[in-house]
């Protein structure tokens, strides 16, 4: 397999073509490049295809195809060897996406792990790939990740629960006012949101009130009952615990309704969201994962290399993937090796520079410690979709939990 093979037809065509190609039959996976190389160094890729997370898995996938030409064209490789990319479907479901990795691993013979977005996802790998030794960047934020479920195998440069809640809570609360509504979707991701905020209420030592909580079902599509309630309601602000179709048909509705509540969102700040819900989500405020205007030598990098393949800039699922993938492809060169064990000696306390600033991994519960951002969502200027100011910044050590708060004990290898 040549480095160019890995990306063939990577772009996206007119016709939408997401730029993989069909693997072999009963491989459970596509991979990106046509020509296979036994000595190339195996990507698996396990993205929502399907599913309400469908739209953040095409954003992923754009991600992966970028960080594989970067690596294979521009670095040449990990240790002289081509990477080759192979995509499968979670289709956001925790049993589907633990049979993936396990095919990744055992039919595609990867090296490493990389994806999901939803909690229960996320965990469901975790716990594979640590059985089978194999290292997992997560995409998803619950904080079991890096705290009670903790596996020397998993890392994560995504953002933890816990660091968006101390990002946006006590802003919230001072902006926004103390009176709030919490309304989660009822699996991990929004459960996980309910309980880090109101923590992160109680650590601020300002007054707050807890109007209601409420939830609904994963795959949702009728918020008018909770959203009459909220109306009527004292809360200053609503605290929305979910994304992908969920939060783009509240946003919708809550437009609908002419909510005069602020809304405050973990996941409006994600690009696929903001295009499907449109100028519902104006106005409205959210923790920041991820802006192409942050200005960085990675993010240009990034953006460049980005467009110039799929004519439009990353999203923070593209970012993440790109953040993984190159800090994986780091500590493999600095260990000489893609041994597993090696692998984890080198990211632990790994410090990068990444498109959104400094970060470091750190080694007792592989987290990456990251500046936190606030934002508001904007009209739609540049491109097709309503954009987002930074509002604030907070320093990475006000936001991330000390060691001993995790609830982590990192098991043996």
């Known amino acids: 397999m040549t480095s160019a093979s890995v990306l063939a037809g990577c772009a996206d065509d007119e016709n939408g073509d997401n730029g993989t190609n069909g693997g072999d039959e009963g491989s459970g996976a596509d991979t990106i490049g046509a020509d296979t190389d036994d000595d190339a160094v195996g990507i698996g890729f396990l993205i929502p295809q399907t599913g309400v997370f469908a739209a953040q898995g095409e954003a992923m996938e754009r991600g992966a195809e970028t960080t594989l030409h970067h690596i294979n064209e521009e670095l040449g490789g990990i240790l002289d060897r081509d990477v080759e990319g192979f995509i499968a479907d979670t289709e956001g479901d925790p049993g589907q996406g633990r049979d993936m990795a396990r095919r990744h691993v055992e039919t595609n013979e990867v090296d490493v792990l990389i994806g999901a977005v939803s909690g229960a996802v996320n965990l469901s790998i975790a716990d594979y790939a640590h059985d089978a030794g194999v290292p997992y960047f997560a995409y998803g934020g619950p904080e079991e990740v890096t705290g009670s479920e903790c596996r020397p195998t998993t890392f994560r440069y995504q953002y933890s629960d816990s660091q968006i809640a101390r990002t946006g809570a006590q802003w919230a ?237 990192m098991p043996d290898r």
């Open 173 to 409: 609360l001072e902006n926004l006012g103390e009176n709030v509504w919490i309304h989660i979707a009822d699996y991990a991701f929004g459960q996980s949101i309910s309980r880090e905020w109101q923590q992160a209420f109680e650590d601020t030592e300002l007054d707050y009130n807890i109007v209601n909580e409420t939830q609904t079902p994963l795959g949702h599509d009728d918020f008018s009952a909770t959203l009459s309630e909220i109306q009527t309601s004292d809360a200053d602000w609503v605290l929305q615990g979910f994304s992908g179709s969920d939060a783009v048909n509240f946003l919708s509705q809550a437009e609908q309704f002419g909510l005069e509540q602020d809304i405050m969102s973990t996941t409006n700040t994600y690009q696929p969201l903001r295009e499907g819900a449109g100028n519902s989500a104006v106005g409205t405020y959210t923790t920041v994962r991820y802006e192409p205007s942050y200005e960085s030598e990675e993010n240009e990098r990034l953006i460049s290399l980005h467009e110039e393949l799929h004519g439009r800039p990353p999203t923070d699922f593209g970012q993440v993937i790109w953040s993984s993938l190159n800090r994986y492809a780091e500590a493999a060169e600095s260990a000489g090796e893609i041994d597993t064990s090696s692998v984890i000696d080198a990211l632990e306390g790994l410090e990068s520079e990444e498109p959104m600033g400094s970060a470091t991994m750190r080694e007792c519960d592989h987290q990456a410690l990251r500046d936190g951002y606030v934002g508001r969502i904007t009209e739609t200027d540049e491109h097709d979709w309503p954009g987002q100011e930074i509002v604030a910044q907070l320093p990475a050590a006000d936001v991330t939990r000390d060691c001993a708060e995790t609830g982590c004990e």
